[in-house]
Nanobody, 121 residues
Framework: VQLVESGGGLVQAGGSLRLSCAAS????????MAWFRQAPGKEREFVAA????????RYADSAEGRFTISRDNAKNTVYLQMNSLKPEDTAVYYC???????????????WGQGTQVTVSS
């Protein structure tokens, strides 16, 4: 199983980024997908999750209203559209695959290597 994130970078506060996570080696449509992030010196935290058929999404309070998670099962890819970015969104962003749209990192069995997002003030 391989999850490969892309789309990170440096952006000014108020800007936008779209992260992508391409999955291979698993039956993508049978997995819930999620994004987590980890800032320096902090624990990994939940950002957003989407169910297998895109019928259900969950967001952290910090992401609600600014971030949108989506997926394209035909392309084996999950996305995270991030708008109105803030300096406190600076972190390494990871995608993960699991069976349910849970907020706990322990619920996800497969992880990508992460992509850095840096938001300057």
């Amino acid at each position: 199983v391989q999850l490969v994130e892309s789309g990170g970078g440096l952006v000014q506060a108020g800007g936008s980024l779209r992260l992508s996570c391409a999955a291979s080696g698993l039956t993508f449509g049978t997995y819930a997908m999620a994004w987590f992030r980890q800032a320096p010196g902090k624990e990994r935290e939940f950002v957003a999750a989407i169910s297998r058929g895109s019928g259900s999404t969950r967001y952290a309070d910090s992401a609600e209203g600014r971030f949108t998670i989506s997926r394209d099962n035909a392309k084996n890819t999950v996305y995270l559209q991030m708008n109105s970015l803030k300096p406190e969104d600076t972190a390494v962003y990871y995608c993960a695959a699991g069976f349910l749209t849970m907020t706990s990192a322990d619920s996800y069995g497969y992880w990508g290597q992460g992509t850095q997002v840096t938001v300057s003030s």
